[in-house]
């Protein structure tokens, strides 16, 4: 069982930064690939990047590897999103998820758990 805290949400203006921070608990949180997923209003959950035990990353299209960063601190059992020069449609509630390394790593049934979500806001 993993338990899962996003934090660092918030309103940013356009062209922006903030780092969300995915809190999980439990001694085999390291072992587990983290991904972030986003969820705007009326749309379905998209993945948007993953980090796997070693802390190599996985991004959802080229747009957004060149905006954010996905890394992890596994003696601190967090991972982080970086994201920059943030736009509007980057609006949406961001998840973190966990699960096993598995080909499926960009869906959300790729993933066990989940975490409540925090919001992102970005004004024009």
């Known amino acids: 069982q993993v338990q899962l805290v996003e934090s660092g949400g918030g309103l940013v203006q356009a062209g922006g930064s903030t780092r969300l921070s995915c809190v999980g608990s439990?001694?085999?949180?390291?072992?587990?690939?983290i991904g972030w997923f986003r969820q705007a209003p009326g749309k379905e959950r998209e993945f948007v990047a993953a980090?796997?035990?070693?802390?190599?990353?996985?991004y959802s299209n080229d747009s957004v590897k060149d905006r954010f960063t996905v890394s992890r601190d596994n003696a601190k059992n967090t991972v982080y999103l970086q994201m920059n020069r943030l736009r509007p449609e980057d609006t949406a509630v961001y998840y973190c998820?966990?699960?096993?390394?598995?080909?499926?790593?960009?869906?959300?049934?790729?993933?066990?758990?989940w975490g409540q979500g925090t919001q992102v806001t970005v004004s024009a």
């Open positions: 980090v796997v035990y070693s802390g190599g990353g996985l």
């Open positions: 439990g001694r085999t949180f390291s072992t587990y690939v």
């Open positions: 998820a966990a699960g096993a390394p598995s080909p499926r790593l960009m869906t959300t049934g790729g993933y066990d758990y």
